[in-house]
């Protein structure tokens, strides 16, 4: 089955502790984004990867770092979380073949930072 | 920034009538994009037009772009209780070899039975 996966599902953490979320999608996929969202702002992209070792800043990257050594995984790293850091995160991922961007969603990731 | 922003933020329809949103964005675009997401959950693409269609359909959801007003609706006729969710619209943009998708704030839809 086509899918993103996403982990953790839920997470609640403390200020200034060190935490990944997992995404891997197994589609063959290019292109892979994070976003998060919150209320009242909608999605708002993190980071986005074109496709192995190629990265780049979204719109919200303060705060976050990712990496894409591998074409199926695209981790999301918080060095140090702070409670504006509470969020719904999402990754998602697509074919970049100048044809279609539709994008495949993960189920979401709940994180609150104490 | 917010590229595509939803208008209404919010509607309540009853079962059977039909629901449009309309999306305005503010500068040019490759394609865009309609999403629903059920409360809490991922979102789940829906439809995509590119920048040089004026109109397309799937099933019961119409969506039409108007590149010169920098618009688009999504219209779902005869509508169903499942239908409430939240709907999106995305600006995909490239740019050299970068792509990037853009999403608004979203409509809340309640249909009514």
């Known amino acids: 089955e086509a899918q993103v996966t996403q982990n953790p599902r839920y997470l609640i953490t403390v200020t200034g502790k060190k935490l990944t979320v997992t995404c891997s999608q197994n589609m063959n996929h290019e292109y892979m984004s994070w976003y998060r969202q919150d209320p009242g702002l909608g999605l708002r992209q993190i980071y986005y990867s074109m496709n192995v070792e190629v990265t780049d800043k979204g719109d919200v990257p303060e705060g976050y770092k990712v990496s894409r050594k591998e074409k199926r995984n695209f981790p999301l790293i918080l060095e140090s979380p702070s409670p504006n850091q509470t969020s719904l995160y999402f990754c998602?991922?697509?074919?970049?073949?100048?044809?279609?961007?539709?994008?495949?969603f993960g189920p979401g990731t709940r994180l609150t930072v104490t | 920034s917010q590229q595509g922003e939803e208008d209404p933020q919010a509607l309540s329809i009853q079962e059977g009538e039909n629901a449009t949103m309309n999306c305005s964005y503010k500068t040019s675009i490759n394609n865009l994009q309609w999403y629903r997401q059920n409360s809490g959950r991922g979102l789940v693409h829906l439809i995509l037009?590119?920048?040089?269609?004026r109109e397309k359909h799937s099933g019961r959801l119409r969506v039409t772009l108007d590149t010169s007003k920098k618009s688009s609706s999504l219209l779902i006729t005869a509508s169903r209780a499942a239908d409430t969710a939240s709907y999106f619209c995305?600006?995909?943009?490239?740019?050299?070899?970068?792509?990037?998708?853009?999403f608004g704030k979203g409509t809340l839809l309640t249909v009514n039975p």
């Open positions: 995305a600006t995909g943009r490239s740019g050299g070899s970068n792509y990037k998708l853009t």
């Open positions: 998602a991922s697509s074919s970049y073949d100048r044809v279609s961007y539709e994008q495949y």
């Open positions: 037009i590119r920048s040089n269609e």
